[in-house]
C-alpha cells in the first residue's frame, strides 16, 4: 500500500478490516517489521485519539516514531506554486514534504479544511503535494473531506458488534454543534460503509446533503424518525453544510439523540467518532448507558492503523 | 499499586524507598517488565523535571512513553456532570480519560489547582475523575493539594544524606515568593515526613498554616530561627495561604534562608523541589554552596517514578 | 568528544565527514552503542530539519531521545550571574542546566541569537553556561553565532558531489530575505569550508562582511558574478549585517539566485540548509531544478548529527 487516504486506495475491504481485528487480538506479533523504520506524523491541527492511536500502532510495529506538531510550532507551510514567500509562510511544501520524506518511511499527516472556500478543500491541495512530494507513503490521519483510519475502526467495530446471520441497518444520523465542522467523518463514513454488506440511511435536516459521491449507496432522509426505525446502528455526527458551504443552517432543535428516539430502533448501538459535546450532540443517557460504543471505537483506532501501517511496512 | 496519588496509597514507605534506592543503582534490571507497555503523561500544566523524569523511569523499565500536553495543545476538558457542552471545552474528562484508558496501561496525569475556590481544589476533581474513568492504574504527577513524586524522591534523598544512628531534625521552612504558588509541595512533603522517622518542623509567616490534616506529626512555629535551630535539614518552600484561600499575605521579608540563618542549624542540607527563584526564595550562596541536595533531588525523581511505575506494572 | 559547538571542537575534520558518510551506509551498525542512554534537545526556538534529523541521529544509534521545546512550553530561563529572579524568568539556568545533566547523558541545544547587542551574541552565553552547568557532553543543535551540525552536513554533500581529481570552488552567496536573519550558518559554513581542501569565495553587497575569524580563508568580493565564475558549488543564504549589527542594509535586489546567472559557473551545483523563502532567496527554477543539493543536504543532517553523538557515546 502506498497511500491511504480514502477507501478507493483499498482493494480488499473485507480483509483489511479482517487484518485489524487479527492485530487487535495479536497486537505485537509483527513487532520486528517495522525495526529501524521511522514512522512520522505531522499534525497542522490538534490531535488526541489520532495522535496517541496511531503513535501506539507504529510502536507496536517496532517502528521509531516522530511527532510534529506544525500548527503549535510555528511552522507555517506554503502551499501556493510559484509564490514569492515574502510574507508570513516560512517554507514550502515542497521543501517540507520532502525533507520529512527524506527523513522517515512512513508519514502521517493530518490537516483540517478551512471551510471557506469548497473547491479549494475538496481538491485535497496538502495531502495531494505531501504525496507528491514527500515520494514516501502516506496516511491521511484526517483530511480536508474524508478521515479514513476513523472510518475504517468504525467498520471494525460495527463488524465487532453487529448480530450473526443478519445484514445489519446502520443510519447515519446528523446532530447539532455549536459551530462548522468539517464533512469529513461523515463523508468518510458514507463511503466506507457504502462499500459494506449493511444497509445505509443517512438522515439529516434540509441543505445538510453530502457531496453526491460519497452517498451513492446510502438512502438519503430528512426525516429522522423513519431514519431510525429497527437500525442496528446509529452513527451520531455533526457536520456543516456542503451546499451552503461551510454554513450552519439550523441550530438542530430536535435532533439530538435520546433514549426516546432510541426506542424506535432494534436496541440500536450508538457510535461516535469522539470528541463529542455531551448534551448537544448527544446525550449524557446514551453516552453512559449500555448501547455505547464510542470507547470501542477509539480502541479500535489503534488496530486500524495497525493494519494500515503492516501493509505499507510490507510494502517498502 | 492501583494508584498512586498520596502517602496513603503506600503500605510500606520504608520499602518503597528502599526500591527507589535499589533502582538507583540498577536502573535497567528490570527493562523486560514494561515491555509492550504503554505510559500516556498527561499535562494540564507545564512541566520539566516531572515530564523527563518520569519519561526516563518509564523508559528504563521498557515502556512505550506517549506526552500529551493538553494545556498547550489547546484541549480543554469539561469536568461538570451534566454539563451542556455549548461552550469552550471540547470534550468531557469522561471520554478524555477512557480514551485514555483504552490506549494506555499505566496514566500520568499533572493537574495545578486554579487556587480560587477551596473547596472545589481540595476535592481534587479532575485527579479522582480521571481514576475513576480511566480505569487504568493512576500515577499522580503532582495535584491540586499533593506532588507525591516529589515527595517520594524528597525522603530517598533525606535517607541517603542522613547521618547514621541519629533522628534527623527536617524543617519544611517557608519561602518568600512573587506570586501566588499551590499548596500542594508542602502538604504532601509534610505528609510524608510526617510518617517517617524523623523529627519534622514546620516554620512559616502568621496566616500559612497548612490543612491540618497534613501537618499531624509536626510541630509548627512562626518563628523561623527557633525551628531552624539543630536542624540537620531544611526544605524550602513557598506556598499561598491555605486560611486566606489562595492568597499572598506577606513579602517575606526576612524569610529567605541564608548562609547566616544557616549557621544555627547543624550544618544542614538545605533541600527545594526546584524551580527556585533565586535571590527571591533562596540565596546563590546557598544553591552554589555545598549544602544544597537540589541536584540530588531533582536526580531522585527518576528513581521514585521509576519504582511507583514499578510496582504498577508487576499488578497488571 | 566532550562538546560539538564549532569546527574548532573537531581534531580530524576529514575522518569526521568520512565517519558521517560511513553512518549513511550504515545507519544501524551501531545500535548497541546507546543503547540505556539518553538524548536530550532542548529547543528554545522552532526547528524542523534539526530536531527529526537529530532525533533520528539518535534512535539510529539505540539511544532513548526526549524532545523539550522550551519556548513553546512557557519556560523561560534566566542566565544573568546573581539575578533577583523577581520578574518573569521561571528559573535559572543553572538549575535547568544541570537537572537536564542528571537525566540526559548526552544534551543538544539549539538557540537564537536575539540580534540586539552584538558582543552578547557573540559571546554565547547560553551555550557556554549550558556548557558549564550541565556537566554533560553538549551538541550544539545552532546556537547565536554557528550551527555546526548544519557545517558538517554541508561538508558531506560536498565531498560525495564534488568531481573527483578536482580541488572544487565554492562560492557563499547572500541572498535577500524579508527580515534579519542571524548570521550563523554563514559564519559556521565559511569556518568549516575554510578548512576544508576547497577553493572559497563569499560574495555579499557592501555591509554584509561576516566577522573577521570566520572568513580568514576565504576570498570575499562584492561582486557576485565575478565570485560566481566556475564555481563548482553555491551555496545561497542570506544573513543580516555583522557591522551594522542585526540590520537588514538593501533589499538585495538582483541578488536571489537564477539559472541565468548558473550559467557563468560550472554547471554548479547549488545548495541551502533550508527552509527557503522561495523566489525570495533562491528562485523556482533553480530549486526545482537538476541542480538543487538542498534535499541532499537535509538527509546528510542525519549522519552528521550521528557522527558527533557516535563519538560522544563511544567517551562517555
Chains 1, 2, 3 share one sequence.
Not at 73 to 92: D, K, P, R, Y
Not at 269 to 288: A, G, T
Amino acid at each position: 500500500m502506498k497511500k491511504y487516504t480514502s477507501v478507493h486506495d483499498v482493494a480488499d475491504l473485507n480483509q483489511l478490516v479482517a487484518e485489524a481485528q487479527h492485530l487487535k487480538e495479536n497486537p505485537f506479533k509483527y513487532k520486528n517489521l517495522g525495526e529501524n523504520k521511522t514512522l512520522g506524523l505531522i499534525f497542522l491541527n490538534p490531535s488526541l485519539r489520532t495522535r496517541l492511536s496511531t503513535q501506539k500502532a507504529g510502536q507496536n510495529l517496532g517502528m521509531n516514531v516522530i511527532v510534529m506538531n506544525l500548527d503549535k510550532e510555528g511552522w507555517a507551510l506554503e502551499t501556493q506554486e510559484g509564490a514569492i514567500m515574502n510574507g508570513t509562510t516560512v517554507e514550502h511544501i515542497k521543501e517540507a514534504a520532502a525533507v520529512m520524506g527524506e527523513y522517515c518511511d512512513i508519514i502521517g499527516i493530518r490537516s483540517f479544511p478551512k471551510l471557506q472556500n469548497r473547491e479549494e478543500d475538496y481538491n485535497e491541495e496538502l495531502l495531494q503535494q505531501f504525496i507528491k512530494y514527500s515520494q514516501k507513503p502516506i496516511v491521511s490521519l484526517e483530511s480536508a473531506t474524508r478521515h479514513p483510519l476513523q472510518s475504517l475502526a468504525d467498520l471494525l467495530t460495527i463488524k465487532e458488534n453487529a448480530a450473526a446471520g443478519k445484514r445489519p441497518k446502520v443510519v447515519l444520523s446528523w446532530a447539532p454543534h455549536i459551530k462548522p465542522i468539517p464533512q469529513c467523518v461523515a463523508n468518510s463514513f458514507a463511503e466506507w460503509v457504502g462499500q459494506a454488506d449493511v444497509e445505509l440511511v443517512i438522515t439529516h435536516p434540509e441543505g445538510y446533503e453530502l457531496a453526491p459521491e460519497f452517498t451513492k449507496n446510502a438512502t438519503v432522509t430528512t426525516n429522522q424518525q423513519e431514519a431510525l426505525q429497527d437500525a442496528d446502528f446509529v452513527y451520531v455526527k455533526n457536520w456543516s453544510s456542503y451546499t451552503e458551504y461551510g454554513k450552519v443552517l439550523t441550530d438542530g432543535e430536535g435532533w439530538m439523540l435520546t433514549n426516546e428516539k432510541l426506542q424506535a430502533t432494534n436496541n440500536a448501538k450508538v457510535m461516535h467518532c469522539l470528541p463529542v459535546r455531551r448534551n448537544v450532540e448527544l446525550s449524557d443517557e446514551i453516552l453512559d448507558g449500555p448501547n455505547s460504543l464510542v470507547l470501542e471505537q477509539a480502541n479500535n483506532r489503534t488496530y486500524a492503523a495497525q493494519a494500515v501501517l503492516k501493509r505499507m511496512l510490507e510494502a517498502l
